[in-house]
């Protein structure tokens, strides 16, 4: 009997153990309401894919923290541009690949709204929000003028319906807008031919087209395997920012009311005439005013509300919250302001922390500054011919680069010196523009060859030495690139001055 009861205490502990191995596997006090969902990540994402969303569009434009949040990781994940170099070994050949491309990339966006730079932000920043962008490949007519036929249609999530669930009589089905052949391979996606929530535009409402998979380009981060469609990255955030809003607005709507502090005084009845505008008896009407006294008909009485102060745990729960927000949507925490608050009082982070907020700054500007100096470099007629790229745009500093051709060279096989002193001349204009605004002109200029240019590329790198109101003094060095090393060749300066 006793040998029965051992056997049965030890097969007690080895079931135990199995049992309660996994703690987040038990169905105890604390966890038997912890039930969640087994469906899978593309049934979760039919059912509430479009609401967060919607909601995540919607926090972007009426919340600071959200707004701030998307352009800090769509200028970390884009920097300033994909910058593509053609491998060709035929350097004739290299420099009209090189010249096409660079001439594409203001042609690219098929809305003509932007060039591919600003293209790449702003798939970022729908990445960020829906979790996926579309691009569909336009081929155009050689009549529409454009130096490649091609351009890029940027396609919100929304345009691909997540309902559009069908079996197709040709054995292919149709997976939340997403046509697959027998084997699983994506061959299509319907898209709606109008935007469904666009009220602008009534037009062919609801209906959907079939384009080839060959001509989409469909940009996700997919987080669990077979997962079709993409999830806002907001989706671990979205609550919390709605409630912190919420909480927000209703702590600001209790200060309003504590600082509209009203005395209502009695008095015996009298005769009254203020000389201002009266109701139909003939009573006086005296709006509300911070710190006013209102006169009472004798009986009648008022009770002064008193909201509780909010104590000193706002600033506490504020800055915990954000930190969760923070961690939630992948972003720095010293990215938000009430970190920065916390770190001023804090010496040894203060200054990291100021710095980084800073260089976050910094990089949005620069993002900004970059994409309108390459706008303006794209109007100029004689930039666009020689091919010039804007490298770099940033308070103080600017970076130009040009291919090397054979149609820039002299008779000797060198660089001619007018292309040096033009991308000398365009740079340091830039630069003066980068702290005086675009409407700049050169009013002074000198330039000294140093050596011959000779090379695939030319890189001139502009600097500001002293600005005031109305005009910058900078000087411009300009590099001769040859199988990835860089000479100095020619050091220019100049005075530029604001137009008006």
Not at 154 to 173: C, K, T
Not at 285 to 314: C, H, K, M, R, W
Request: hydrophobic content about 40%; some cysteine; glycine content about 10%.
């Amino acid at each position: 009997m006793k040998a029965f009861q051992n056997l049965r205490q030890k097969l007690g502990r080895k079931v135990g153990a199995m049992i309660g191995g996994f703690e987040g596997g038990l169905s105890a006090r604390r966890l038997k309401t912890f039930q969640p969902s087994r469906a899978h990540v593309n049934t979760l994402i039919q059912a509430a894919g479009a609401d967060m969303t919607a909601r995540a569009r919607y926090l972007i434009r009426n919340n600071g923290y959200a707004a701030n949040a998307v352009e800090s990781w769509a200028g970390n994940a884009v920097g300033t541009g994909i910058k593509p170099s053609s491998g060709i070994a035929d350097a004739v050949l290299k420099d009209r690949v090189q010249r096409l491309w660079l001439r594409w990339t203001d042609e690219s966006d098929a809305e003509g709204l932007t060039d591919f730079y600003g293209q790449q932000r702003r798939a970022a920043r729908e990445l960020f929000i829906a979790g996926e962008v579309f691009f569909r490949i336009r081929a155009r007519r050689p009549e529409d003028g454009l130096t490649v036929p091609l351009q890029l249609q940027m396609l919100p999530s929304e345009m691909l319906p997540l309902n559009h669930n069908q079996a197709l009589d040709n054995g292919h089905r149709i997976r939340q807008g997403i046509e697959f052949d027998r084997i699983g391979r994506r061959v299509a996606y319907h898209f709606l031919r109008r935007h469904p929530g666009d009220i602008t535009d009534p037009g062919l409402a609801g209906e959907t087209v079939r384009v080839t998979a060959e001509s989409v380009l469909h940009i996700v981060d997919p987080v669990d395997a077979g997962q079709l469609r993409g999830v806002s990255r907001f989706s671990p955030a979205l609550v919390k920012l709605f409630l912190l809003d919420q909480y927000d607005d209703a702590e600001l709507d209790r200060k309003k009311v504590a600082a509209m502090f009203v005395g209502f005084v009695r008095r015996p009845e009298r005769d009254f005439d203020n000389g201002g505008e009266t109701d139909d008896r003939g009573e006086p009407l005296l709006p509300l005013e911070p710190g006013q006294l209102q006169i009472l008909d004798d009986g009648e009485d008022i009770t002064f509300s008193t909201p509780a102060d909010v104590g000193g745990n706002y600033e506490s729960f504020q800055y915990r919250t954000l930190l969760q927000v923070a961690a939630a949507l992948g972003t720095t925490r010293h990215a938000r302001a009430a970190e920065a608050a916390r770190a001023a009082r804090r010496r040894s982070l203060g200054c990291r922390c100021a710095r980084s907020i800073l260089n976050r700054r910094r990089q949005t500007m620069t993002l900004d500054l970059l994409q309108r100096g390459r706008e303006v470099l794209a109007a100029q007629g004689f930039s666009a011919l020689l091919g010039a790229q804007l490298q770099a745009f940033e308070p103080g500093r600017a970076e130009l680069s040009l291919p090397v051709g054979p149609q820039l060279l002299q008779q000797h096989g060198f660089v001619h010196g007018g292309v040096l002193s033009y991308l000398a001349d365009n740079a340091l204009t830039y630069a003066g523009g980068s702290v005086l605004g675009t409407d700049v002109l050169t009013s002074e200029f000198k330039i000294n060859y140093l050596r011959p240019a000779t090379g695939e590329a030319l890189h001139a790198v502009a600097t500001v030495v002293g600005a005031g109101k109305t005009q910058a003094v900078c000087r411009c060095e300009v590099y001769a690139e040859a199988d990835g090393e860089r000479k100095l060749c020619a050091a220019a300066q100049g005075t530029i001055r604001k137009m008006s």
